[in-house]
């Protein structure tokens, strides 16, 4: 059999940056990130003879960062590639270990209050200006993946489903953060990835396969 389907994921993720939050937290003009991360991803599925390929493209954000006020945000963006195994031979059931790789790129984000400065002090005084811009870093961490899914089948469309996806997203190395345009710093934090996530996993396909 052969059962081929688009996916959309929406989840959350558990990811502490332990390394810049440190730094950050030194410094009362600024808020530590938040561990807390949203999930989007959307990709293909693939089922051959119980064999399964997923690719997916991923976003994520900690849906925080006021402006206005000292805050803080993280988002990035990632593709991937998974391989699992369908263990269940049944016709309205998929349960598959998977494992996969992939690559995503990171922004930090931190935002002042700078509320007490007037309007005056910012036209009239140019070290005022760049004072008032939030900073940001950047990194980036090849990654691994290992997980368990579910998904359960409509009765009358081969290709819908809703499942629930959970896994553990790792990089292989410390890295180093960098300025927003991507510049070495000196006496640089480093972070690695270490991210729970769980995810609801819904599929389509345009035409319907049965699944016997």
Same mark, same amino acid.
């Given at each position: 059999?052969?059962? =081929? ?10 990811? $502490? ?12 003009? +600024?808020?530590?990130? #938040? ?11 693939? $089922? ?8 997916? !493209?991923? !976003? @994520? ?5 006021? %402006? ?6 993280? %988002?990035?963006?990632?593709?991937? *590639? ?6 269940? *031979?049944?016709? #309205? ?9 992939? +690559? ?7 935002? /002042? ?45 081969? @290709? ?7 896994? +553990?997203? @790792? =990089?292989?190395?410390?890295? $180093?953060? #960098? ?6 710093? @000196? ?7 270490? /991210? ?17």
């Amino acid at each position: 059999r052969t059962l =081929s389907m688009s996916t959309l994921s929406i989840g959350g993720g558990l990811q $502490e940056f332990d390394g810049l939050n440190s730094r950050i937290d030194n410094n009362n003009a +600024y808020r530590t990130l #938040r561990d807390y991360t949203a999930l989007l991803h959307l990709g293909f599925m693939k $089922e051959r003879n119980r064999f399964i390929s997923m690719i997916n !493209l991923g !976003l @994520g954000s900690t849906m925080s960062g006021d %402006r206005q006020r000292r805050s803080s945000t993280v %988002r990035f963006i990632g593709v991937g *590639a998974d391989i699992g195994y369908d263990l269940v *031979a049944a016709e #309205r059931v998929m349960f598959y270990p998977l494992v996969g790789l992939g +690559y995503e790129w990171y922004q930090a984000k931190f935002f /002042r209050d700078v509320s007490n400065l007037s309007f005056n002090e910012v036209i009239q005084n140019p070290l005022v200006q760049p004072a008032i811009s939030p900073i940001a870093f950047t990194n980036s961490f090849f990654n691994y993946k290992v997980g368990l899914g579910v998904n359960l089948f409509a009765p009358h469309d081969g @290709g819908a489903s809703i499942g629930l996806q959970a896994a +553990y997203v @790792g =990089s292989f190395q410390d890295r $180093e953060w #960098r300025s927003r345009e991507g510049q070495e710093l @000196g006496n640089a934090p480093e972070d690695r990835l270490g /991210r729970f996530q769980v995810s609801i996993v819904l599929t389509h396909s345009r035409r319907s396969y049965m699944r016997k």
